[in-house]
């Protein structure tokens, strides 16, 4: 008998020791964690421009890389939608999320955020000697439920502009390379869409056509829009020498946006002739403009030239010369910039900062804003007493032109960008960045005719 109870005893101690060890194998979620109870479905199309002709029909950029941060900001899945077939799904706990989508970012042409280390603000990072692709972005709010299923279509967005084409015509049998460059730009893209950095710049070399004379792009190039009012720079090289002419457009140049740029060398100068076409992408834009080596803007009949020394547009009239039937009056701004950022020794990293700047100093209703050449800068320094007793009388910034040659001015020599001390009647073709006492002071040509 007592051996009947001691082995009910045996078998009642084995059942606990298997139910607490199985117990063991079950999940602990912890306290404030939540097993995934909700599908999240993640759809991405393009979005469609109003009067898009059907053959522009939007189109998405694959990938589509897709990001979902919590609450807290942490990205806590990612995937990448390959082709228009596909959709994806996340299961997630009930909560608000953030969702982020980048289209056309290659592996190979971009070094994309990890999950691990993504924030709605990382960098796209364009691989170096890459250039960019068709970038489009997305962002949604999604709150999921408990037991839901929520289907998200992202509506993504182009973030480039495209330079379809670019046409120089009549260009002259010495030329050895011509090139149009664009600044200033973003640098980069961010995640959640926006932009970062507003010193980048794109450049386009062309290749001379069978006939002789034409020079053109091969191919279209995407870039990311202006970070303000954007200047078009045409380089020729001719005789081992870049002649170099600057126009400030005065419209923008957006995202979304073709652009299409047709020159004609002209002997004395540039005329050029642009088109920023929207070709279902986001509607018609035309430029239309002229381009000569004085950077040049002219006003139709009926204004009178105004007199040196005096205000135009609230510029300086530094010089005005007669010829025929037409007045042609250099101006130069009211206003100056120092400590420009570039990289010491880089002169298309000192480009783009120049440029840049003088963008940010044209004054509106004036084209073509420049460098001053070293003969205006001269003429400055000759004439220094009278402007700057000019300028002091309008409450203007004066031209510092000092006996000790401390201040010197960005100019154009050769097709290059320098710095030059007029006192001394000096060169720096290497200075150093972010000097206060490097003045930058944008220049423009208005032709009044009679």
């Not at 009642?12 to 109870?37: F, I, R």
């Not at 049998?173 to 932009?195: C, F, H, K, Q």
């Not at 005329?271 to 430029?287: E, M, P, Q």
């Not at 001394?424 to 009044?448: D, H, I």
């Amino acid at each position: 008998m007592k051996n009947k109870y001691f082995f009910k005893f045996i078998m009642l101690l084995t059942a606990a020791v298997c139910s607490t060890s199985c117990e063991k194998y079950v999940v602990d979620e912890g306290p404030g964690v939540e097993a995934p109870n909700s599908m999240l479905v993640v759809r991405t199309r393009a979005a469609q421009s109003d009067g898009a002709e059907p053959q522009e029909q939007a189109k998405v950029s694959y990938p589509v890389n897709v990001y979902v941060f919590d609450e807290v900001g942490k990205c806590v899945e990612l995937a990448e939608i390959t082709s228009g077939d596909d959709e994806m799904s996340f299961k997630l706990p009930e909560g608000d999320y953030d969702v982020y989508a980048i289209a056309g970012a290659t592996e190979s042409a971009y070094e994309m955020p990890t999950k691990e280390n993504a924030t709605k603000t990382s960098v796209i990072t364009l691989r170096e000697g890459c250039g960019h692709g068709d970038l489009m972005t997305a962002d949604s709010n999604v709150a999921l439920s408990k037991g839901e299923e929520n289907t998200l279509t992202l509506s993504l967005e182009r973030k480039v502009m495209m330079v379809e084409s670019v046409t120089i015509g009549n260009v002259p049998d010495d030329v050895t390379a011509v090139s149009v460059s664009i600044s200033p730009l973003y640098e980069n893209l961010l995640l959640d869409g926006t932009y970062s950095g507003g010193n980048g710049s794109g450049k386009i070399g062309l290749v001379e056509t069978s006939d002789g004379s034409t020079w053109m792009s091969e191919t279209g190039l995407y870039l990311l829009e202006a970070a303000g009012k954007a200047t078009l720079k045409i380089s020729l090289t001719r005789n081992g020498a870049v002649h170099s002419y600057s126009y400030s457009c005065a419209e923008d140049l957006k995202a979304n946006y073709k652009v299409n740029i047709n020159g004609t060398y002209a002997g004395d100068g540039i005329d050029v002739s642009g088109t920023i076409t929207g070709a279902a992408w986001a509607g018609t834009i035309n430029v239309d403009f002229t381009f000569d080596e004085a950077g040049g803007t002219i006003v139709p009949p009926g204004g009178d030239a105004p007199a040196v020394g005096t205000l135009y547009e609230d510029c300086y009239v530094l010089k005005s010369e007669s010829s025929g039937g037409k007045t042609a009056v250099t101006l130069f701004t009211t206003e100056c910039m120092r400590e420009l950022d570039f990289v010491k020794g880089d002169q298309e990293s000192m480009e783009s900062a120049v440029y840049a700047g003088i963008a940010g100093l044209a004054v509106d209703g004036i084209d073509g804003w420049r460098l001053p050449t070293v003969e205006e800068l001269d003429y400055v320094c000759g004439n220094s007493e009278p402007i700057n007793q000019k300028l002091k009388e309008y409450g203007k910034e004066i031209f510092n032109i000092d006996t000790y040659g401390i201040y010197s001015y960005y100019c154009l020599d050769e097709g290059m960008v320098k710095v030059y001390t007029p006192y001394r009647k000096s060169f720096n073709e290497n200075p150093n960045t972010g000097l206060a006492t490097l003045v930058l002071r944008g220049f423009a040509t208005v032709e009044f005719a009679e």
